[in-house]
Every structure is written in structure tokens, then in C-alpha cells.
């Protein structure tokens, strides 16, 4: 009995995205108020692809950047744009998030990590300066104490 091997990614990240094109036309939905899920669920898959073949790292860095940001436009379109004025460093840590999971499941090289610390770190500082919560200081510190743990060996 032969086992077919073709990757299920393709064919259910178009189905995903056809169904999501699909809402306008059978809902109330718009495709304004729908297209940040788009970006989120396409990440989303990129990680789910990972996971069904692991032979696929190049999968995290597109997963992290594509969930971050998609996460980050979703927020915004729900919440208000005006937050981006205070939350573009997100797009700066979006490929830190990515070559953070290819660190994690992957080999763990520690030129990732240190790649990924580095953009996460100075998205956090950035995020610090311009935060008006108090949030960002001590996600700030758990990332650092992150860095630290991580680069211990």
C-alpha cells in the first residue's frame, strides 16, 4: 500500500482562503472587515504546515512574521487604527517572532536567537518609549531575562 506524500499546505491554505473570500458573499461581512484574518490564517497555516511536515523550517519565519502582523491589523482594525501610532514597532519584532520559532524548532543556532533577540529587544524599547500602559517595561524585562536564558549554554 504506497502512502501519497504531496504536502496537504497548498491545498488547505486555498481552501481556508477560499472560504474566507466566500464570507462577503453569504454574510454581512465585508472584505474590509474580514481581510486581517487573512494575513493571521495565512501565518496560521504556515505553522500548521510546519508542524504536519517537519522537514519544513523554512515554514516558522513566514509563520511568526505573518501571524504577528495579521495579529497586530486585526487589533487595529477592530480597535482603532490610531493605535498604530504607538504599536509600529510590531513590525519590527514580526521577524524576531519568526526566527524565534525557527530557533525553538529548529536547530537551535544561536545566531537566530541572537537575531531574534535583537530585533525583539529594540521592538521593546521602542514599544517602552512610546507605550502609554504600563505593559511594556516588564514584557521589556521578561525578554531580556528570555535572552539571557536562552544564550546561557
Not at 519565519?61 to 480597535?79: D, K, M
Request: positive net charge; aromatic residues 14%; proline residues 5%.
Amino acid at each position: 500500500m504506497t502512502t501519497d506524500r504531496r504536502p496537504l499546505f497548498p491545498g488547505i491554505l486555498l481552501i481556508g482562503l477560499g472560504l474566507i473570500l466566500l464570507l462577503p458573499n453569504i454574510t454581512d461581512l465585508r472584505m474590509r472587515d474580514i481581510w486581517a484574518l487573512i494575513v493571521l490564517l495565512t501565518g496560521l497555516a504556515f505553522f500548521a504546515g510546519f508542524l504536519a511536515d517537519r522537514s519544513r523550517p523554512g515554514f516558522l519565519i513566514p509563520a511568526g512574521v505573518l501571524t504577528t502582523v495579521g495579529s497586530l491589523f486585526l487589533y487595529c482594525s477592530l480597535e482603532g487604527w490610531w493605535h498604530m501610532r504607538s504599536l509600529w514597532p510590531v513590525f519590527i519584532a514580526a521577524p524576531g517572532v519568526g526566527f524565534l520559532l525557527q530557533y525553538l524548532f529548529d536547530k537551535r543556532d544561536r545566531g537566530v536567537l541572537h537575531t531574534a533577540m535583537i530585533l525583539l529587544g529594540t521592538a521593546a524599547v521602542f514599544l517602552a518609549f512610546l507605550s502609554e500602559g504600563g505593559l511594556i517595561l516588564p514584557m521589556l524585562l521578561i525578554a531580556l531575562g528570555a535572552f539571557f536564558l536562552f544564550t546561557r549554554h
